[in-house]
T-cell receptor
Framework: NAGVTQTPKFQVLKTGQSMTLQCAQD?????MSWYRQDPGMGLRLIHY???????DQGEVPNGYNVSRSTTEDFPLRLLSAAPSQTSVYFC?????????????FGNGTRLTVT | AQTVTQSQPEMSVQEAETVTLSCTYD???????LFWYKQPPSRQMILVIR??????QNATENRFSVNFQKAAKSFSLKISDSQLGDTAMYFC?????????????FGKGTRLSVIA
């Protein structure tokens, strides 16, 4: 099993550009989520999904879109990048949310918006 | 809404010594889970230990143990015999039990440095 795979590892964007961060898991996990990590802020939830076709907003959803067309994939789209979106992004999945299934994290994507 | 507070932004400990990282949380729930995650410089997030709130016994995993005080809403992590490889950011996290859609809520983290 590859676990949770995030691509790319690093990305530099110019303000206004759009891009998609990819996340895939091969563990048949129902739950997938995106967090952003900023210094002194910990991990903040952007969007999450409890199954294919179901998505919901987290704490900081503005400027981001997600979709969950398959169980395996949960891409995060930045529609028009802003410098405030400079951050490290983590995708995480678990078998199910609401029990003690631990979150499995990808290795993160460091995004810089200039 | 649940909140998780880690009051120590940075800590340091001598190699082989013991260190305790603090975590408090605020919730009106009675059933929930608590977690500690470690993030070394590699940026990878690694689950260290977890505790079910309905269990009175404190969880332990080798050199890592917790002091879970449900009434005080406190969930501290003790690292015994600290090793250089324990140098990392540590995040405390909370999750409601059987709540369907409620994700994990993280604290802001404590940066731990183990000094040789």
């Amino acid at each position: 099993n590859a676990g949770v795979t995030q691509t790319p590892k690093f990305q530099v964007l110019k303000t206004g550009q759009s891009m998609t961060l990819q996340c895939a898991q091969d563990m048949n996990h129902e739950y997938m989520s995106w967090y952003r990590q900023d210094p002194g802020m910990g991990l903040r939830l952007i969007h999450y999904s409890v199954g294919a076709g179901i998505t919901d907003q987290g704490e900081v959803p503005n400027g981001y879109n997600v979709s969950r067309s398959t169980t395996e994939d949960f891409p995060l789209r930045l529609l028009s990048a802003a410098p405030s979106q400079t951050s490290v992004y983590f995708c995480a999945s678990s078998y199910r949310v609401g029990n003690n299934s631990p979150l499995h994290f990808g290795n993160g994507t460091r995004l810089t918006v200039t | 809404a649940q909140t998780v507070t880690q009051s120590q932004p940075e800590m340091s400990v001598q190699e082989a010594e013991t260190v305790t990282l603090s975590c408090t949380y605020d919730t009106s729930e009675n059933n929930y889970y608590l977690f500690w995650y470690k993030q070394p410089p590699s940026r990878q997030m690694i689950l260290v230990i977890r505790q079910e709130a309905y269990k009175q016994q404190n969880a332990t995993e080798n050199r890592f143990s917790v002091n879970f005080q449900k009434a005080a809403k406190s969930f501290s992590l003790k690292i015994s015999d600290s090793q250089l490889g324990d140098t990392a950011m540590y995040f405390c996290a909370f999750m409601k039990l059987n709540s369907g859609n409620t994700p994990l809520v993280f604290g802001k983290g404590t940066r731990l440095s183990v000094i040789a």
